[in-house]
């Protein structure tokens, strides 16, 4: 990094303006490039309060690590891209490593984990006018459905606003769905065929078009389901990585849903910049030799 922790916070405080600046003069490309593929890594968990890696519970939420984690990753070859909030993408537009990436804004940060509103996935995050003010390229929204909360009928809605609001600018917007409900207390996601199938047919009918919606899926418990849950929409699909325990039992599921027709690439985070062994290139490289 060219810059250190000190030198960033000293640009915030005394020239606050250098950020739009550095979005305005930041070289853009389109989001698709030649390989047809995407690999997008993600640093978005912090501002939901998601910050432990394994048993270190705080791991995310030292800055300087993180970003050099994140420019490393940036920095290896076929790797596209970074979504994240807006504290950590100013971060690295401040540091120029945004230069013809994918920047993807994520929207809606308010279901923070382990609180009692979890659910309450509000648009705390970027809205749709502030990824265009700021040149980004596309952006990201959750959408957790818990049959049993009807908090979950205000999220579908603002969700749904939230993908007309982007198709507005013409800008894609990736959904990330899932069924949930919560136990012991706990929120947790249905990665069953059937949860991700019905998942899938919600979140595309979500707003007045789908034409800029890319919808963000896990790869069920059973990766060979997959073929069937994905035959569910039409629209381009992204693998996340989410939480992972084995990451040579990650690779090769991931290899097997990235066969597939409709799945353009991946968009992954902790796993890789993170990685339970090696090193975050290692771990970076390998993920995008699966494309």
């Not at 930041?26 to 690999?39: F, K, N, Q, T």
């Amino acid at each position: 990094m060219n810059l250190s922790i000190p030198d960033l916070t000293a640009v915030r405080a005394r020239n606050p303006e250098a950020v739009a600046e550095a979005a305005a003069r930041r070289a853009r490309r389109p989001l698709i490039g030649d390989s047809g593929r995407l690999m997008i890594v993600a640093a978005d968990h912090p501002a939901r309060g998601a910050l432990g890696i394994g048993d270190r519970r705080l791991a995310m939420a030292h800055r300087a690590d993180l970003l050099e984690r994140l420019c490393i990753a940036l920095s290896r070859p076929g790797v596209d891209g970074v979504l994240a909030t807006a504290d950590i993408l100013e971060d690295l537009l401040l540091l120029g490593v945004l230069e013809n990436k994918v920047v993807m804004g994520s929207m809606n940060r308010g279901g923070l984990a382990g609180a009692s509103f979890e659910m309450d996935d509000r648009f705390t995050g970027h809205r749709a006018e502030d990824i265009a003010r700021m040149g980004f390229d596309a952006g990201k929204l959750l959408a957790r459905i818990d049959y049993d909360d009807p908090g979950s009928l205000a999220t579908l809605e603002s969700a749904a606003r939230a993908v007309d609001a982007m198709a507005e600018r013409r800008l894609p917007v990736f959904v990330e769905p899932f069924i949930s409900r919560r136990v012991d207390g706990r929120v947790r996601n249905d990665l069953s065929a059937e949860a991700v199938t019905r998942s899938i047919a919600i979140a595309s009918g979500l707003g007045g078009t789908s034409a800029y919606t890319w919808l963000k899926l896990p790869v069920t418990d059973d990766v060979d389901a997959m073929p069937e849950v994905l035959g569910a929409s039409t629209l381009p699909v992204v693998l996340l990585g989410g939480e992972v325990g084995d990451q040579e039992a990650a690779y090769e599921r991931w290899g097997k849903a990235l066969r597939l027709p409709t799945v353009m690439g991946m968009v992954v985070g902790r796993s890789l910049l993170y990685p339970a062994e090696g090193s975050v290139e290692t771990a970076v490289d390998t993920a995008v030799g699966l494309l």
